[in-house]
C-alpha cells in the first residue's frame, strides 16, 4: 500500500493498494505523509505524530512531536 501525493507534493488523505484502487480515506485534519512499515505509517493532525495500521485505524494517538524511520522499526518521542 502507499499514500497518493498531489501537486506540490502535499500528501492528500487517501492510501491506494498495489492495484491502485483506494484502500482508505483517513478522516478530515490528518495528513498521511509517508509510507507503511512494520504494517504501520504515520498520520499527522495540529502537528502531533500518531499511526495507522492498514485497515486505516489509527492505533496510536496523534501525540508525539517527532517520528523517526530506522530500518524497518518507527520510533516515536516527545523531544527527538
Known amino acids: 500500500m502507499r499514500e ?3 501537486k506540490r507534493g502535499k500528501a492528500l488523505p487517501h ?3 498495489k492495484a491502485g484502487q ?6 478530515a485534519g ?3 505523509p509517508w509510507h507503511f512499515s512494520a ?8 502537528g502531533k ?7 486505516g485505524s489509527i492505533v496510536v494517538s496523534p501525540q508525539y512531536s517527532a517520528v523517526l524511520l530506522y530500518d524497518v522499526l518507527w520510533m516515536m518521542g516527545s523531544s527527538m
Do not use: N
Request: hydrophobic residues 55%.
Open 15 to 17: 492510501a491506494v493498494d
Open 49 to 55: 505524530w500518531g499511526f495507522i495500521d492498514r485497515s
Open 30 to 32: 490528518l495528513e498521511f
Open 4 to 6: 497518493i501525493t498531489g
Open 22 to 27: 483506494i484502500a482508505f480515506h483517513l478522516p
Open 39 to 46: 504494517g504501520i505509517a504515520p498520520i499527522i493532525k495540529d
